[in-house]
């Protein structure tokens, strides 16, 4: 068993060989359609909701916080669901595999429902947390409460999706979600113009629509002729590992979405117009940060398979590709952002000062797009090789070593812009002790050892 130290960048060929650029392919593009799902339905309400007014845009962008706040804490079912189970399959254990996809499903199901009634009974004491205007409250109140029926089927969608990915079979998810797509458009529209219900139809809609995905999720990989055979005593003790190995990402993301809401506060505390901007602004990078995780998700599958038959050597050179992929996705995406400044800005609001902040503030977003790739990947690979301690520490460092820049921000009233600057030193701050893991041999002799 072969191994050398650190990132490799003289492999050749540049991009992968042949086997690995069609598996990334074959995985990275179901897994991006996949992966938007929530900003897409996110932008799809803020483009809706935008032209019921201002103070129903700044609603969405207080209460959306919320709800991107609790998937992006528990998205670590998807992506631990996704190792555990591609690692199984590298050690030829299918009937572990399967344990983890039936216990990964009821504990999505039973955080989901736990997080929502949690959430709920505290809903305005979070949305004046987070600073959200009393002009606002109100609307923000509807939309979230309406949204918190949704968030157990999110949850499951995304261990069903995680299950899909490892063992390989994502690609029949890809109907269901463009029809996800297409019908929460459909019925938003009706529900926000056609029954006049507002902004609160665009959340019923949305909800809606998740729950119709997270069934077809459900049935597609609940064909899987094995899972019939998985008894109750090892999917316990399956659910018990679940749970012990997402327990650090579970914190690694609570201290990264803490910085993300602390960004939403400083925008709040800037006024309506500038809370409303950061609604568009934050809903395209969330778009972007997952288009992106789709390539640190495909590496995952890889990586994962690789562990399970505890070749370092092709966990080195899949990183190192991996790392090239993704940082070439990161630029183009970059350079889209800043080319459609204006039509995205015009498809949020009609509001001219609000369409002036996004549109000065997405060359920012833009320019972080490149770093912001790389620290996806590195997360999502140091995520399959269950690093999650590691990640735990890293992550609750890079939101302390943000505080200052934050509060710098509010104390000389700094404009959007400076904010999202502020934001991009702390992409910084995650970006360096992950390069920095990577280049050394711990993560991958505990990974293959485990």
């Known amino acids: 068993m072969s191994r050398y130290k650190g990132l490799c960048f003289s492999h050749k060929p540049f991009f992968g060989d042949k086997s690995f650029r069609s598996e990334m392919l074959g995985l990275a593009l179901p897994a991006f359609i996949s992966l938007i ?3 897409v339905f996110l932008i799809i309400d ?3 909701v935008g032209h019921l007014g201002l103070l129903q845009l700044a609603a969405l962008g207080a209460a959306g916080s919320i709800i991107s706040l609790i998937t992006s804490t528990f998205i670590f079912l998807a992506y631990s669901t996704t190792s555990m189970v591609s690692t199984n399959l590298g050690r030829s254990d299918n009937a572990k595999a399967m344990e983890v996809v039936v216990s ?3 504990l999505a199901l039973l955080i989901g429902i736990v997080t929502a009634i949690l959430v709920f009974a505290f809903r305005l004491n979070l949305l004046s947390l987070i600073g959200t205007p009393k002009s606002v409250i109100g609307f923000a109140n509807s939309y979230l409460s309406i949204s918190l029926i949704g968030v157990p089927a999110i949850l499951v969608s995304f261990s069903a999706l995680g299950s899909l990915r490892g063992l390989r079979k994502i690609g029949k998810t890809v109907r269901i979600q463009i029809l996800g797509y297409l019908l929460n458009a459909v019925l938003d529209l009706f529900l926000v113009y056609g029954m006049r219900l507002g902004i609160s139809g665009a959340a019923l809609g949305t909800s809606t629509v998740q729950y119709l995905v997270a069934i077809a999720y459900l049935l597609t990989l609940f064909n899987h002729n094995h899972i019939k055979s998985t008894t109750i005593k090892p999917l316990i003790k399956s659910l018990v590992q679940s749970m012990r190995q ?3 990402l579970v914190i690694r993301t609570i201290s990264l979405r803490l910085a993300i809401l602390l960004t939403t506060w400083l925008a709040a505390t800037m006024g309506s117009k500038q809370l409303a901007a950061e609604q568009s602004l934050s809903t395209l990078w969330t778009f972007s940060a997952f288009a992106l995780d789709a390539i640190a998700l495909a590496l995952q599958v890889t990586i994962g398979h690789s562990i399970g038959e ?10 190192t590709w991996g790392l090239r992929w993704s940082f070439v996705a990161g630029i183009v995406i970059g350079v889209l952002l800043v080319i459609i400044e204006s039509p995205i800005s015009h498809a949020f609001t009609t509001s001219r000062s609000v369409q002036d902040q996004i549109v000065q503030t997405l060359i920012v977003l833009g320019l972080l797009q490149p770093l912001a790739s790389l620290v996806y990947l590195l ?3 140091l995520i399959g090789a269950g690093d999650g301690d590691f990640l735990a520490v890293a992550g609750v460092g890079a939101s302390l070593a943000f505080l200052p820049f934050a509060i710098a921000v509010h104390t000389f009233h700094l ?4 904010l999202w600057i502020a934001y991009g030193c702390f992409m910084l701050f995650r970006f360096l002790p992950l390069i920095v893991r990577v280049q050394r041999d711990r993560w991958i002799t505990k990974a293959v050892n485990r």
């Open 37 to 39: 799902a929530e900003p």
């Open 46 to 48: 803020s483009a809706i």
């Open 104 to 106: 990964g499903t009821l």
């Open 246 to 248: 997402g327990s650090g």
């Open 310 to 319: 505890k070749d370092i050597q092709k966990i080195r050179t899949f990183t």
């Open 379 to 381: 997360d999502g690979v």
């Open 415 to 418: 404009d959007l812009r400076w």
